[in-house]
């Protein structure tokens, strides 16, 4: 079996306006288990930044450990990347960010990486409002270490050896949220229509964006009984709206069922352009956000869409002030001032 990804393409494909087509957005052929939801998320990335207009050379790709962070080696090849020690990513994440506020910057996390061992880190990159694109493949077990349960395993849910979980999951959405998240979505690997707008919009947003995506484990977790296969995800997905990412200075005209119709304009401009399908649902409103997950989640359903978006925030550089120059281009004209300025520095310690 070879693992080369065939160089030819259709001379037709269609280009954006930097002139690429899609496959310039791709990586390496996948290794995953064929069926992998997590190769239908790699795609939607992929076709996010395409649509977007992204130049890959500007995307940092960070990752973990496990089968959700070897994704970043199958999309956008012309990036730079980082895979890093198992729960470790946000941390790396902060170190470039802070480093380098220019680059777009894109982390893959699993529901072990970051729910059990990562979950320290998870916590503290959240409440600072990084400014990144996180993204959990949430399969609900370890698939590099044949299926047991994750942390964010259903209670009652069976696995496939026939076990079932005796424990309450972590809710990521909802935790993202209490810790101060300004975005947060929730999506579904099978479910392309809204999972390409809920990335376009989280690339675009300034600060912390948290997507949470159900990605069923083909060879481990995708049995009967298991709440993260994907008959069960499929038969129980209720979503809070349906929306499209809206461009700056470009028009969509979208035809939506009966609704109510809510634009959301992010910090560049762009618009989130929401049908809202739950009355009881108010996205700029964290406790009405928490308490329509909660409902579902009692209901035995999975709230899917944009969840919760906070327009009025501060990320982390500008709750810092840094410097808008990225570290290794800074001089020695400003990181050596001279010793009058370092003498006024020690007298004011004094």
């Excluded at 618009?271 to 308490?291: H, Q, T």
């Amino acid at each position: 079996m070879s693992y080369l990804r065939s160089k030819f393409r259709h001379p037709a494909l269609p280009k954006n306006d930097l002139g690429y087509t899609v496959d310039y957005y791709e990586g390496s052929l996948s290794t995953l288990c064929a069926g992998c939801g997590h190769d239908s998320i790699s795609a939607a990335v992929a076709q996010a930044c395409f649509e977007l207009n992204i130049e890959p050379h500007k995307v940092a790709k960070l990752s973990g450990i496990g089968c959700s962070s070897k994704t970043p080696a199958y999309f956008l090849n012309n990036s730079h990347g980082f895979n890093s020690v198992h729960g470790r990513m946000p941390s790396v994440a902060t170190g470039a960010n802070l480093a380098n506020k220019d680059l777009i910057y894109l982390g893959v996390s699993g529901d072990g990486d970051t729910a059990s061992i990562g979950m320290g880190q998870f916590v503290h990159v959240v409440r600072r409002n990084l400014n990144m694109v996180y993204i959990v493949m949430n399969n609900g077990c370890y698939g590099l270490t044949k299926g047991q349960d994750s942390a964010t395993a259903d209670a009652g849910s069976k696995n496939k050896s026939g076990n079932v979980n005796l424990f309450e999951s972590i809710d990521l959405c909802g935790l993202a949220m209490e810790l101060g998240a300004t975005f947060v979505g929730q999506s579904f690997s099978g479910d392309k229509d809204q999972l390409i707008p809920l990335i376009k919009a989280a690339m675009s947003h300034q600060g912390f964006a948290f997507l949470n995506v159900i990605s069923p484990c083909v060879t481990f977790n995708n049995n009967v009984g298991s709440t993260k296969s994907y008959d069960y995800v499929r038969e129980h997905m209720e979503a809070t709206s349906t929306f499209d990412f809206v461009p700056i200075a470009k028009t969509i005209n979208t035809a939506y069922e009966e609704g109510t119709t809510m634009d959301l304009t992010m910090h560049d401009g762009t618009v989130i352009r929401l049908n809202k399908v739950s009355p009881d649902w108010n996205p700029l409103d964290r406790f009405s956000a928490i308490n329509a997950m909660q409902k579902a989640k009692s209901e035995g359903e999975i709230l899917t869409g944009l969840l919760y978006l906070n327009g009025d925030h501060k990320e982390l550089h500008q709750l810092l002030n840094t410097s808008d120059t990225p570290l290794n281009k800074l001089t020695e004209k400003e990181l050596c001032p001279g010793s009058d300025v370092l003498q006024g520095i020690n007298d004011s310690l004094r």
